[in-house]
């Protein structure tokens, strides 16, 4: 099963970078950081995102996501 890109999930809903890192209650920064991939973002960072974007697709009635089904650089 290929791996959904962070990127396009919070494209597909609508949601700028700003206003997932605002619900995920993190910076801006970290959100891009973790699009690009091309850093190590913590995993208690990348459950708030999940999280925050589960929350707006169980609002409009679409199946959440696991933590194994984005393609993103988390630590282990």
Do not use: C, F
Request: aromatic share 2%.
């Amino acid at each position: 099963m290929s791996k959904l890109q962070l990127k396009r999930v919070r494209a597909q809903l609508g949601l700028p970078q700003r206003a997932l890192a605002d619900l995920a209650g993190l910076s801006e920064q970290t959100v891009i950081e973790a699009e690009r991939g091309r850093r190590r973002i913590r995993l208690i960072s990348a459950y708030a995102i999940l999280n925050a974007l589960n929350e707006v697709r169980h609002q409009r009635g679409l199946a959440e996501l696991d933590l194994d089904s984005l393609d993103w650089n988390v630590e282990s």
